[in-house]
C-alpha cells in the first residue's frame, strides 16, 4: 500500500483518453490498492486511474458507504438532473456548479473481471459521473456553469445559510 501522487490540472495525464483494462495483473491490483489509500487520505469521495498518472480505465468511488472499484465502466442509463457544487483532488480548494443526472445505471467490470452492474442516486451518481469523465479526459472545470469559486467562500455561504 502507498500513497501516489496526484496529478494537478495542467499535467497532460489528465486530459488523455484512458486504456481499457484486458486483465487484472498483479500491478493492476496493486494499482487500485494504492488509488484507495491515495483517495482516504486525501479525504476525496472518488479517484480515477489518470489522476495518479495511469491511463487505464479504472476508478474507485467511496461516498461513505464503502469502496467501489469500476473496471471499465460505462454508463447504461440516466435519469433526471441534479446541480449543485463539485470539486476534483486534481483541482485543490476549488468547486464550482455543475449539472449532473440524478441517477445513473452503471456496466462495470470488478477485480476479478466479472461484469455488474451499479445503480447510483444523488452524491454516488454525481462521483460516477465526475470519475468516468477523467477517463476520457474531462475534467469537472469544463463543465462548471458559473464560475469557480475558492472552497473558503463556499464555507462562509454554508455559514450564511445556516444563520438565515
Ligand atoms: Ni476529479
Known amino acids: 500500500m502507498?500513497?501516489?501522487n496526484?496529478?494537478?490540472l495542467g499535467d497532460p495525464c489528465l486530459r488523455k483518453v484512458c486504456k481499457e483494462v484486458k486483465n487484472v495483473s498483479l500491478r493492476t491490483k496493486i494499482l487500485i490498492e494504492d488509488m484507495l489509500d491515495t483517495m482516504y487520505e486525501a479525504n476525496g469521495v472518488g479517484l480515477a486511474a489518470?489522476?495518479?498518472g495511469i491511463l487505464k480505465r479504472i476508478v474507485v468511488i467511496d461516498v461513505g458507504e464503502g469502496p467501489i472499484v469500476l473496471i471499465n465502466p460505462e454508463i447504461t442509463d440516466r435519469e433526471g438532473t441534479q446541480f449543485d457544487y463539485e470539486g476534483c483532488l486534481s483541482v485543490p480548494g476549488k468547486s464550482g456548479?455543475?449539472?449532473r443526472p440524478e441517477k445513473v445505471v452503471c456496466r462495470a467490470f470488478d477485480e476479478e473481471m466479472n461484469e455488474f452492474e451499479i445503480e447510483g442516486e444523488g452524491?454516488?451518481?454525481r462521483a460516477i459521473c465526475h470519475e468516468?469523465?477523467?477517463l476520457d479526459g474531462v475534467v469537472y472545470?469544463?463543465?462548471v456553469e458559473g464560475e469557480l469559486i475558492d472552497n473558503?467562500?463556499?464555507m462562509m455561504e454554508d455559514d450564511e445559510d445556516e444563520e438565515a
Open 152 to 154: 473558503e467562500q463556499l
Open 141 to 143: 472545470v469544463d463543465r
Open 97 to 99: 456548479k455543475v449539472s
Open 123 to 125: 452524491l454516488l451518481a
Open 132 to 134: 468516468l469523465d477523467h
Open 6 to 8: 496526484i496529478r494537478e
Open 50 to 52: 489518470p489522476q495518479v
Open 2 to 4: 502507498a500513497i501516489r
